[in-house]
Structures are given as C-alpha cells and as structure tokens.
Nanobody, 120 residues
Framework: QVQLLESGGGLVQAGASLRLSCVVS????????VAWFRQASGKERDILAT?????GNADSLEDRSTIIRDDAKNTVYLQMNDLKAEDTGVYYC????????????????WGQGTQVTVSS
C-alpha cells in the first residue's frame, strides 16, 4: 500500500506563489510515478505535472507549475507561481505502480486533497 498526504493549500491573492506538499509513504519502491491534479468545482480532475519515481524525471503541463521531489523527506512538491482565479480548486497528489500518465483514471493511489482558493 501507498499513502499520500497533501498539505499547503489555503486562500491566496492573485499573483502570489504557493508550494503544495505531498508526503509519500508505504511501499514507495514499487511506484512508477507521482502526479498532481487539480479539480475545480463541478469539473473533472486535470493533470498539472508528473514525476517518474525511479529517476525523478519531471514533466509540468503548465508553465507556472513545477513538480519537485525531496528524496530525504519522501515528499513531492508542486510549486505554483503567479496564481490566477482559475487555479482555484482542490489539488490532489496521486501515485501508481504502472502509470506516469496524464489521465486521473490511470492512478490507483490518491491523497485527500488540499483546497487552494485564489482571490482576484
């Protein structure tokens, strides 16, 4: 089993930066990848960034977002800059033993999510 615990969300003003954290625990050696998703109210979960667990190769699908891993802390971060109102939503960390894909249906393990609200 793999457990994911997100933190770092909150209420911020437009233009601010925010760093979300995801502590990954359990059988992490078997993981293929970790990803961050955002879910706005009434919408599906959208991919933001992925990270291959074995070599740390990262891919961000938004210019304003960067995914980073701290091996010593088994923590994956999502650094977001120049936040906009449309970035408001619940941010989820996800992991899978096979996939490092872009669709939320490919991921088996999920955190509980952390709410980010951006005021304009």
């Amino acid at each position: 089993q793999v457990q994911l615990l997100e933190s770092g969300g909150g209420l911020v003003q437009a233009g601010a930066s925010l760093r979300l954290s995801c502590v990954v625990s359990g059988r992490t050696a078997s993981l293929a990848g970790v990803a961050w998703f955002r879910q706005a109210s009434g919408k599906e979960r959208d991919i933001l960034a992925t990270l291959r667990w074995d070599d740390g190769n990262a891919d961000s699908l938004e210019d304003r977002s960067t995914i980073i891993r701290d091996d010593a802390k088994n923590t994956v971060y999502l650094q977001m800059n120049d936040l906009k109102a449309e970035d408001t939503g619940v941010y989820y960390c996800a992991a899978d033993r096979i996939s490092v894909g872009w669709r939320y249906t490919e991921y088996q393990y999920w955190g509980q999510g952390t709410q980010v609200t951006v005021s304009s």
